[in-house]
């Protein structure tokens, strides 16, 4: 009797564990599922207009499940967007910024992790504040600042008059060497927060054999930093990417992808204008209107393919570095 009831008893125990894990995958199941869907519906509502032939867009049959797929609108889209000479145009520009930004970055937030001088803390209080408060606080000066440049009154003494910097990519690398590009407070805590991370022991035995702080830096901290290099250069790679703000206010017409994707796809005209362009219909014609939104999401395809390609190369390292950089320290 003693037996046959451990046995029931085991059997319960198994059948109440068996169907609570199966609630409990079911459910977390469910949230996966919604949380996918929330974030890949913005994609799935582009991307079927897009892929839908023109003749069919609007039609109540053909809206979740086309019809007939074509590439007009991608062939609009790309039209528009100039596409392979502003994608090298961005791709060249986001990688420069990357670049400028991991030098300037890596060297301030390893003085601020090491150097102790007096008003260090307020100084990185200054940092924490590029964080907080938006740029659209400081734009106005900004853009007045670099619309008559001088500094100190010397290139007003020796020209007769200020630097006139706007539309110029130039003073995005030059604010961002300085510290102040796009996002490059946090860039600063981040590496920050890493260097503190590493061993004291390093930078002793760096002094022992007669390294200064130069040279304890680019020969031994710098070639232990391939973690938070890689974090931050993809954080800078893809906001740089998709900045409008800088090169919106610095910089207009510069041909990169994400100024001509808010320029040429805000209403018909231009949709019309490639569509007529590129089917050969007589100029003035207008195109369905449902076209102007199928070829706004092709361009939005387009416009983060690169991205996504990108993430699947480097997502594996990307996500270990995410996690060795120091962001929870």
């Known amino acids: 009797m003693n037996s046959n009831l451990v046995v029931k008893r085991l ?12 609630t409990i995958g079911f459910f977390r199941t469910l949230l996966i599922l919604g949380i996918s869907f929330v974030i890949l519906y913005p994609l799935i509502e582009s991307i079927l207009p897009a892929i839908t032939d023109y003749n069919y ?3 109540p049959n053909s809206i979740w499940i086309p019809l007939k797929f074509g590439t007009l609108s991608f062939d609009i ?9 502003a994608l090298g145009k961005t791709f060249l520009f986001s990688t420069s910024m990357m670049m400028v930004q991991l030098f300037a970055s890596a060297i301030v937030g390893y003085g601020f992790a090491h ?3 007096k008003g260090h803390n307020l100084l990185f209080l200054f940092v924490i504040l590029t964080i907080i408060v938006p740029p659209q606080v400081i734009m106005l000066p900004q853009y007045f600042h670099f619309q008559s440049f001088d500094i100190l009154g010397i290139i007003e003494g020796l020209s007769g008059s200020p630097l006139n910097l706007l539309g110029k990519t130039g003073v995005i690398y030059l604010m961002s060497a300085l510290g102040m590009g796009f996002r490059s407070g946090l860039f600063i805590f981040l590496f920050r927060q890493y260097y503190r991370g590493l061993p004291k022991e390093l930078e002793e035995a760096a002094l022992i054999d007669g390294c200064g702080y130069f040279r304890t830096f680019f020969q031994i901290i710098l070639p232990n930093t391939a973690s938070i290099m890689l974090t931050v250069g993809v954080f800078s790679f893809v906001w740089n990417y998709g900045d409008t703000f800088y090169t919106g206010l610095f910089a207009e017409n510069t041909g990169l992808l994400a100024q001509f994707l808010g320029q040429r796809f805000q209403t018909t005209t231009w949709v019309s204008n490639a569509f007529n362009e590129l089917t050969l219909q007589p100029q003035g014609t207008q195109a369905n209107p449902l ?22 190369i480097v997502q594996r390292k990307f996500v270990q570095s995410f996690e060795r950089s120091g962001i929870v320290g």
């Open 115 to 117: 150097a102790n001088f």
């Open 77 to 85: 889209a790309s039209h528009l967007l100039n596409y392979w000479t």
């Open 11 to 22: 059997n319960t125990y198994k059948t109440k564990k068996m169907v609570r894990g199966l």
């Open 57 to 59: 867009l609007g039609r």
């Open 291 to 312: 076209l102007l939104g199928a070829a706004q999401g092709a361009a939005k395809v387009l416009f983060i393919t690169p991205l996504l390609i990108l993430y699947f």
